[in-house]
């Protein structure tokens, strides 16, 4: 199991959100159960290498 952070908002009726990895690519749910099922399959669909041309965010450290 791994824990993944995400933003989200209401506008209206919808839950917005999106993966702070990715914060490109939004997607919403009418209920907030809704929106992190598709936070989900969002994020297999990443992993799977189905979406080409991904954006990724990533800390350096420098000394």
Same mark, same amino acid.
Do not use: C, H
């Given at each position: ?21 990715? &914060? ?7 209920? /907030? =159960? =809704? ?8 994020? /297999? ?6 979406? &080409?041309?991904? /954006? /990724? ?7």
């Amino acid at each position: 199991m791994k824990s993944v952070e995400y933003t989200f908002w209401q506008d209206d009726e919808f839950f917005i959100g999106y993966l702070n990895n990715y &914060p490109e690519y939004q997607t919403q749910g009418y209920s /907030k =159960e =809704e929106l992190l099922e598709n936070l989900r399959d969002l994020l /297999k669909d990443f992993e799977s290498g189905e979406v &080409p041309f991904i /954006k /990724k965010v990533e800390e350096m450290v420098i000394a």
